[in-house]
């Protein structure tokens, strides 16, 4: 058998199992549709607020709730050690106001 039969074979195959996959996927949603209302309707039940996108930072958790300063904790040009926060940046309004000064 010739390397390029061979090779046509395995991205054959490799095409044939990706469609496989979207068709589960297609399958799933479907079937799966009346447990994602539920769901929804518990979270709401519950209160529940934002989703957790990722665990490692904790201002990459919510970031509607995210203290902006959290990613400088070791000092204001350190590194970012976790790949979230490469992917996300903190979500913050422009604070107008300004602080008077105790006297």
Aim: aromatic share 4%.
């Amino acid at each position: 058998m010739r390397t390029s039969t061979s090779a046509a074979a395995i991205l054959l195959t490799l095409a044939l199992a990706f469609v496989a996959c979207l068709g589960d996927a297609r399958l799933t949603v479907e079937r799966r549709a009346g447990e994602v209302v539920a769901m929804r309707t518990l979270a709401a039940q519950l209160g529940l607020t934002d989703l957790a996108l990722f665990t490692e930072a904790r201002y990459t958790r919510h970031p509607s709730q995210a203290d902006l300063h959290s990613a400088f904790q070791d000092h204001p040009l350190a590194l970012e050690h976790f790949p979230s926060g490469s992917l996300i940046v903190p979500h913050h309004e422009i604070l107008d106001r300004e602080t008077t000064a105790p006297d």
